[in-house]
């Protein structure tokens, strides 16, 4: 095992008293790789309101449990930056993280589940110590990570390998290795907790995996008009709380695919900016903006009218869009 992340000295600030987080803002955040920096918007007028500066390529980002901070994985930057939502300022952070890429956390708010590129392995961080509780040895490159609503069982994908690795945390070992597509990226499941939704970037599709038996059952397959398969290269996905659709980011194929969950069957296909990345839903579930990594951009979209009403441009290489709603 490589050695542990060091708790930055900066992150003790956390101790210190804090103003209380803005609940509901409306703030959206954009962390943007090539600026090392997050983009701060108001969620109304979409202008940004300021650039949070950050260690090195900024990527994946998540809200803690109570929505007060943010933390941002940099990868460049070997860290995980904190972010306070009321100050709007980097106040601290976990250091000597090799690549983390993206991150999930436990149930409870104690752990985070980290996918550790270079090291082929899935990174326990205990929030509290700032350690490095324990690795996982993983398939080649990981990238997704998903914790179950239970807590016992983190998924991970492993883009070299086409498989869904299945981790038990109590024994933090691998329980099962489901294989996927080609490529697979990112994470959805189901309210019920009965199905785990995975996009397969270089097979242009989902798989569908029941959860209990830990098998594919279907794969869902994109090809948008006028764009040929190898440029379908899905990677963000989100569900609506019901379940009832899942929104996929196309990738190079510029587009967002509209999934009805229930009937397999994609109904639409949504016109956005290049290479669209991640998504991500309001917690109205009224707009979906979508992270547009090589026109450096947002698409705002209309849920309800499915159609595009706003295209915000934001930092370079745009990658992971929070809602602070």
């Known amino acids: 095992m490589r050695r542990l992340p060091r708790l930055a000295a900066w992150v003790l600030l956390l101790a210190l008293p804090a103003l209380p987080a803005a609940a509901g803002s409306g703030n959206i955040f954009v962390s943007s790789e090539k600026d090392d920096a997050i983009a701060v918007l108001d969620g ?24 007060k901070l943010i933390y941002a994985a ?10 306070d939502v009321a100050t709007l300022e980097k ?26 590129e270079d090291d082929a392995a899935l990174g326990v961080l205990d929030l509290e110590s ?16 998903l914790a179950s609503p239970d807590g016992r069982t983190v998924y991970v994908t492993s883009e070299v390998a086409n498989i869904v690795h299945v981790v038990d945390v109590e024994s933090r070992e691998i329980r099962a290795n ?7 990226r990112r994470f959805a499941i189901t309210p019920d907790g009965k199905e785990l939704w995975v996009s397969n970037e270089l097979s242009g599709s989902v798989s569908i995996i029941d959860i209990a038996s830990n098998k594919v059952l ?15 290269t899905p990677v963000g996905l989100t569900m609506t709380g019901d ?22 069957k994609v109904t639409d296909y949504l016109l956005v900016g290049e290479r669209a990345w991640n998504v991500t839903l309001d917690r109205p579930e009224k707009r979906l903006l979508v992270a547009n990594g090589l026109s450096d951009d947002i698409s705002i979209i209309d849920v309800e009218a499915l ?7 934001v930092g370079r290489v745009p990658h992971t869009i929070l809602i602070d709603d």
Request: proline share 6%; with cysteine; aromatic share 6%.
């Open 218 to 232: 279907e794969e869902i397959s994109f090809l948008p008009r006028g764009f040929r398969p190898e440029q379908v």
């Open 243 to 264: 379940g009832k659709t899942v929104f996929v980011g196309l990738g190079r194929a510029n587009h967002v695919a509209v999934v009805d969950a229930e009937a397999r």
């Open 178 to 184: 489901i294989v996927a597509g080609n490529r697979p």
């Open 91 to 116: 106040i601290g952070g976990f250091g000597d993280i090799e690549d983390p890429e993206v991150f999930d956390l436990s149930p409870d708010g104690k752990l985070m589940f980290i996918s550790l």
């Open 74 to 83: 940099c990868g460049e930057g070997e860290s995980i930056d904190i972010i």
């Open 307 to 313: 159609r595009v009403i706003k295209s915000v441009p």
């Open 44 to 67: 109304k007028t979409y202008e940004v309101i300021k650039t949070i500066a950050t260690s090195e390529r900024p990527r994946h980002m998540q809200f803690s449990h109570d929505r």
């Open 130 to 145: 700032g350690e490095m509780v324990a690795e996982i040895e993983v398939g080649e490159e990981p990238e997704g990570v």
